[in-house]
């Protein structure tokens, strides 16, 4: 008998315990929203530097990759193609650059490509890509 009493005292003590909320989360229940996809043209920057350290004033050019494993600027496809000019500092960003698989090339002044300095480079949506600090040949 006694236990049966124990047992509806400690039942009637939960229902009243939940009716107040007690063991229940404190505050309204959140659910965690999911950080949706990025989304839209991406980003190339970095900074561009002689071997001796020292700023290179350079264009920087992209285009659309090819299918070989080395850049031949000979072979440049006429898919989207970006340029920007490096800062006085060596410093450049390339922005509303589209999804895609491109080739960076590194122009001096008088518009001659260093093919050795090519990079392959594959941008996502929304992605920003730092080179950092490119040391040119």
């Known amino acids: 008998m006694k236990i049966k009493i124990l047992v509806m005292v400690l039942f009637l003590c939960s229902l009243s315990l939940s009716a107040c909320g007690v063991g229940q989360p404190f505050g309204p229940t959140v659910t965690p929203t999911p950080t949706p996809p990025l989304s839209g043209p991406g980003q190339i920057k970095g900074i561009l530097l002689d071997s001796s350290e020292k700023p290179v004033p350079v264009s920087i050019f992209i285009t659309s990759s090819l299918p070989t494993a080395t850049p031949d600027p000979s072979q ?5 193609q970006f340029n920007v000019n490096a800062n006085d500092d060596g410093s450049f960003v390339m922005s ?12 001096d002044n008088g518009l001659h490509i260093k093919p050795a300095n090519s990079k392959m480079v594959s941008i996502k949506p929304g992605e920003v890509i730092d080179l950092g600090i490119v040391i040119l040949q």
Do not use: K, T
């Open 76 to 80: 440049v496809d006429q898919g989207p």
């Open 96 to 107: 509303n650059v589209p999804a895609g698989e491109y080739i960076l090339f590194f122009m």
